[in-house]
């Protein structure tokens, strides 16, 4: 896939890492290509269930920025991206001290892009798949 | 729809708001009866888009926690649930002081219950439609 | 809801029934309102699973016409939509003589129209929830 | 992945192609593996669009089928399953002489099975991604 905006990464990061919702989750980047975006999401307490693992919709949460902001990267410079519709299924119990959320690009269109995230939760440092989203964003010029 | 556990209301309260998670958003109960519950959650700035509307991945969590706390009104004492699927539509942007989540159960069943959820968001006092959706729990005896 | 075309349920009936794909499942439209549809479908062996239920993605078909059907009557003249996201949720095995499925919409926008289905398998007379479902459409000018 | 029952691509074929619904689409298996199936679906006119394209919710049907074969190719001899669950989100229109679905199975478990499908419609010879689709499907032993 290519970028139309060649400071694509930069555009990415900022816009997410400035939303406040993303701020109090308190994820990073990871690697971040045309169409392809890594988040680490450490565990805090405030994330968790009973047990101590990722709550769902925490994961929702986390599936939905990686799967957004992969979108993101592919857009013109001056567009941004909102989700209309999410789905989310998640295989097992994300324990672990963080989680990795992988989004990539499936389709993008010109007002409507759809991104799948992965999301592994690292447990002794191991990475097992613990959910697996659909994402479809709407792309608006500002 | 009837409930199997008598204490329906007081276990559901005191499942979901003694989750880390939960207490994080802040959110409350407000009417609770057999298949259905209604979540009050006020906005707050951690819980927001750059713009100061809710954030997206805010309001499918509380989808998830309407239309689980739902479904776990009908759960037998001992039982608990958990997500393994959800679908949410984000019809328009959730402006407002804040959000009430309503969630029913749409099929009870033994080890698998889907509920919807319907999102007003709650400005000056009236109230929109602002998101639908679907959650499917796995029920689990402890 | 308001009708933009007062045409609406001619409109509806002769852009779904003209479809060969519909045409080979061989429904009839029930009571059409402006926002709501029902879909009548007997059963034919073709349309089933080993035991003789209706078969899964037969439902979701159904599911998907009366979902975009109920959109459709929305719409101006002039207008069609077009499936472009649905989620469909088998709560129980079809069993019957014939299932309605009743669509509904849900938020009607200009360019995207989110719209419910519910449906139910008549057996022996009697009607039970066997699916519910979630569609989105794109609405486009010819 | 690994397969339970030594005889999984024939278990999967007996099963899927005598169901009546699948006989009436017409479609057929390619290769088949642990966890992964590829249909192909000749297009014929009962299945298309006004404008002779594939009809979304044949093309969902597709992914249902391919999703749950792949799933069904896990099994253990002499469980089944079926769809419980499936989000088909349509990325273009599925024109050309057929169209391929391939499943893959993102995660087994014993009762639930979560699959993943990409449709390609094939015209004059050139695939194109024309759908991407999540299935979870129940297992049951019969």
Do not use: A, D, K
């Given at each position: 896939m290519e970028a139309a905006n060649p400071e694509y990464a930069e555009a990415v990061r900022a816009v997410v890492l400035s939303m406040p919702a993303a701020k109090h989750l308190g994820f990073t980047f990871g690697r971040i290509?045309?169409?392809?975006?890594?988040?680490?999401?450490?565990?805090?307490?405030?994330?968790?269930?009973?047990?101590?693992?990722?709550?769902g919709s925490i994961l929702g949460a986390l599936a939905d920025f990686a799967g957004g902001s992969a979108a993101g990267t592919l857009l013109p410079a001056g567009w941004v991206n909102m989700t209309i519709d999410y789905t989310v299924k998640i295989l097992a119990p994300a324990k672990g001290e963080q989680v990795i959320a992988r989004g990539r690009v499936v389709k993008a269109g010109r007002t409507t892009t759809v991104a799948a995230a992965d999301l592994y939760a690292v447990d002794g440092g191991e990475e097992s798949l613990v959910v697996t989203a659909l994402v479809t964003m709407r792309n608006l010029k500002v």
């Open positions: 290509g045309p169409g392809e975006v890594e988040i680490v999401q450490p565990r805090r307490p405030e994330l968790t269930e009973h047990n101590g693992f990722f709550q």
